[in-house]
């Protein structure tokens, strides 16, 4: 097998050979590459605090679920900082449900191994990708069906093989979703050479608020500073011209597109109400304050609302950048203004700390 490298032949619950426990757990009896993860060949190379050394700012993007837009927001963090110019790297370690290839346009991308490490994927020039999917062959619709000590040990090995040069500006990690040993590992790996923050996504229901809550404590804990919270799908908003209008008959069911003659009748009448003027309409029952309620509670930082955004969902199914053209007219600047606050935030932290990149619990 390659150096550190998880072999096909290991064991079902195969702890990964940069494990502490590499070639000594229970589940490690019988596999044939016992020896040498015990004996520590099979995990030569960097450690990842040595990898990560070449890394200025590193910014964990966590939900306590799935399906809230983590990696919409993710990728389109990293999108806006690449084009401010800064290098940028985004490591996507949602081992079972990989998403970031599809949104990026990547599937069947591979990641090439080089004398220095594994290569990422570059989308642009200062963007480099890299994807837990990128490295194993399973087909896309299966699942990766692995257990905490092996997920843990792949996370491992990825942060300590990914060779992104010899300088980036901001590492974005999506992280799975929940909190459970991954992000342990992850924290631990990176904590070494400083992680700016937490920013945590969540969708704007009472429900979520338990697991955004769970999510700050989780960082309060483990000694990451919380970003801010980002209250994403916060109602579907969308410019006039894209709504339809439909006429229901109650009885029936059935639904007549009546769109050109509500548009007439605007024309007529309110021209001015067909520019600038959109259509909005809360989905997630957020009687309750939502996130923003919820981080006043919880003395975090609301970093604001991302509008649900159908040009938005078709950039990311696209893998496209919601800052390119004026597509994304509802969201990209509410995802701007955020992103902004990040920015401002780390580069307060920076200056206030001299320019060193430590954690400050
Ligand atoms: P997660 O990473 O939390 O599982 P995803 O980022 O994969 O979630 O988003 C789930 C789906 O929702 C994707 O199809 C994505 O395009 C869509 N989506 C996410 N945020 C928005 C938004 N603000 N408006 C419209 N669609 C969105």
Request: overall charge negative; proline content about 6%; aromatic content about 6%.
């Amino acid at each position: 097998m390659d150096k550190g490298e998880i072999p096909d032949n290991a064991n079902e619950h195969c702890p990964g050979p940069q494990a502490e426990t590499a070639g000594k757990s229970e589940s490690c009896a019988g596999c044939p590459n016992q020896q040498a993860c015990a004996t520590g060949t099979a995990s030569n190379g960097p450690d990842p605090a040595e990898r990560m050394a070449t890394v200025k700012h590193k910014i964990l993007v966590l939900s306590c679920k799935g399906g809230v837009g983590k990696s919409t927001f993710s990728t389109q963090l990293s999108f806006a900082l690449a084009r401010t110019d800064h290098q940028v790297g985004l490591m996507d370690l949602d081992i079972c449900g990989p998403s970031m290839p599809k949104m990026l346009g990547l599937e069947g991308h591979w990641l090439h191994h080089s004398n220095y490490g594994w290569i990422p994927v570059y989308v642009e020039q200062n963007l480099g990708v890299v994807s837990i999917s990128f490295t194993h062959s399973e087909s896309d619709d299966e699942p990766a069906i692995w257990r905490g000590p092996r997920k843990s040990g792949q996370i491992i090995q990825f942060l300590k093989e990914v060779y992104w040069g010899d300088h980036i500006d901001f590492l974005v990690v999506d992280t799975p979703p929940g909190t459970s040993d991954e992000h342990i590992t992850i924290v631990n790996c990176l904590k070494d050479t400083g992680i700016d923050g937490a920013i945590i996504v969540t969708t704007p229901q009472e429900v979520a608020m338990a697991d955004v809550r769970k999510g700050v404590n989780f960082c309060k804990k483990l000694g990451v500073n919380v970003l801010g919270v980002v209250e994403n799908m916060s109602g579907l908003t969308q410019p006039l011209s894209d709504v339809k209008f439909m006429k229901l008959t109650t009885e029936t069911g059935s639904s007549v597109d009546v769109t050109q003659d509500m548009i007439s009748c605007i024309r007529e009448n309110a021209p001015e109400l067909l520019d600038g003027v959109f259509a909005w309409s809360q989905v997630f029952e957020s009687s309750g304050g939502g996130a923003e309620r919820m981080c006043e509670e919880m003395g975090v930082p609301f970093l604001g609302k991302i509008p649900l955004d159908p040009q938005l969902c078709r950039a990311a199914e696209r893998g496209k950048s919601c800052f390119e053209g004026n597509k994304c007219s509802v969201s990209a600047p509410a995802l701007k203004s955020i992103i902004e606050k990040v920015v401002a935030s780390i580069k307060m932290k920076e200056d206030l700390s001299g320019g060193e990149n430590k954690e400050t619990p």
